[in-house]
């Protein structure tokens, strides 16, 4: 309605015509629309009445007036009204709005290298492996000697080999004497070189038959560079029994391959040394990038070289008092660094132990 001259009954028809849209206005975009059809400052229904209202008669005026500033205070406080009723009946403050995405809260995860011993336990407690695990801190007997390294072995020079300052007086790390024993000679302590010492100790409190895995942490005079950190992880396994032949080893590590790496997988035994084991064998898996076709992973062999394993050495068994004729068995060690590294493609050593969130964040698990 478009009030051109206003009279007192104008003013009570508008007055019910906005009950009526008020009524109607159910949302807060309708009341919106409402209040602002009635009461803009430009081109609202009050507006223009009041423009109206200045035109009128004079003698009108101060009547008209008045029930046009009523009219507006009227419309003002029902309009708020309105709103409140409005918000009332919407959820109370502080309400959850289960509509709402979630929000996502960043979950830590395990490190890559946890990952991939993980996966190995898992693998070879499958195949009835114990899983133990042994001491850092070593003595000469257990890391060397009774793995028949001579004295002269270039591993236990100062060189390769980190040596403790403290030696640790005669104890269970010594070698057992005569009577059972320990004497009491000091013995010479250091930081294992290998997880094979693990062997030894095994052996020295248990019978065949033996089947264990032995992850753990080893120590090296190495400076940090790509593949080289002063200290990393092995994995070892040691199996001795009764009958144990190179076809077990072959079997057992293939399995493990084809777990760890994919069906696929093939290993290649190559002729190598160690003195705690005869024969010897350094291993290559095929290339599970290329399958052994040749790519830039393998540097075009086919092949990439994961661990050291043999048949233990006749030496080693004498060494912890058991029966070389009677026992034989098999043992490899294998870095853990080594694994992940073939597993994820790995440029740099460096990067395991950096703990930039950038590359930890990059393993699925
Ligand atoms: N101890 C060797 C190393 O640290 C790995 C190794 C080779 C372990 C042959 C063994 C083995 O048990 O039989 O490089």
Known sequence: MTVVSPTPDTIARLRDEFGAELAAAETDRALQAVRDRYLARKGGVIAALMKAVAAAAPEARPALGKLTNDLKTDIEARVADKRAALDASRAPAGAVDVTL???????????????????????????????VEGPEVEDEWHCFDALNMPAEHPARDMQDTLYLATPMPGDSYARPDAAGGHGDKDVRTLLRTHTSSMQIRYMQAHTPPIRIVVPGRVYRRDDLDLTHTPAFSQVEGLVVGEGISLADLKGTLTAFARDMFGPRSRLRFRPSFFPYTEPSAEVDISCWKCDGDGCAMCKRSGWLEILGCGMVHPAVFESVGYDAERYTGFAWGMGIERVAILRYQVEDIRLFYENDLRFLEQFPY
């Open 101 to 131: 995405p979630g929000r996502l809260t960043p979950l830590g995860h395990r490190h890559p290298l946890t990952v991939v011993r993980d996966q190995m336990e898992d693998i070879f407690t499958r195949m009835g492996f114990a899983i």
